[in-house]
Structure formats: C-alpha cells, structure tokens
C-alpha cells in the first residue's frame, strides 16, 4: 500500500527553476529518509539529495549541491527538491524514494520509489 507519487516535472530551458513534489502514502512518513536519485538515458541510477526523518540534516550530490534544495513537510507527507539554475546534464528520470535505515546517499538502502517524472532540461 505503500505510495510515493512525484509530480512537477517537465521541460524547461538551462539557467531555470523547476520544483518537484512526492506524494507519500502508507508509511510512516516522519520515521523515513527521504530521497531524490534520477536517472539518464543509457546511465545508472544515481543520488541527488536526502533529508532525514528530522528534517535537520540534508545531503547532496556535488554535481548539484549549492543549487538544488530538498525540504520536506511532514504534515503532508511530503518531500520537495527546488532545482535551480538548471543545466542541460540534469535531463533525467527523477524518482522519489523513503529510507528507514540506510546510509541516506545509497541506492541500495531505499526501501520504496516512485514512479518517477521527466526533467528535460534544453541548451
């Protein structure tokens, strides 16, 4: 029953804003890690930002930190990724993911995603 719905995405040309949302349902909110990863065409899947269940500490890629900012509302279990000047190498898939346990930057240790939304980023 467990549902984390991201919304927000779309096309938007270099040196924008885009502000993406997840929807989170089933769980626990408050107790999760929350987490940004996206993924390219024809690459891994890779981490972009988390925030803990205290909202107290954040985490982000370098390739991204100083302008992308992640933020979450427990009240309405939901989690937030402001992406600033945007740049062309940040066209990707971007997932939503709850962390219980794990290291907050490690794919392997999220325990539920979504479904993702399309950022497309254009030069």
């Known amino acids: 029953q467990v549902q984390l719905v991201e919304s927000g995405g779309g096309l938007v040309q270099a040196g924008g804003t885009l502000r993406l949302s997840c929807a989170a349902s089933g769980l626990t909110f408050s107790s999760y890690t929350m987490g940004w990863f996206h993924q390219a065409p024809g690459k891994e899947r890779e981490f972009v930002a988390a925030l803990t269940w205290s909202g107290l500490t954040t985490y982000y890629a370098d390739s991204v930190e100083g302008r992308f900012t992640i933020s979450r509302d427990n009240a309405k279990n939901k989690v937030y990724l402001e992406m600033t000047s945007l740049k062309p190498e940040d066209t990707a898939v971007y997932y939503c993911?709850?962390?219980?346990?794990?290291?907050?930057?490690?794919?392997?240790?999220?325990?539920?995603w979504g479904q993702g939304t399309q950022v497309t980023v254009s030069s």
């Open positions: 993911a709850a962390n219980r346990y794990g290291p907050p930057s490690s794919r392997d240790e999220y325990e539920y």
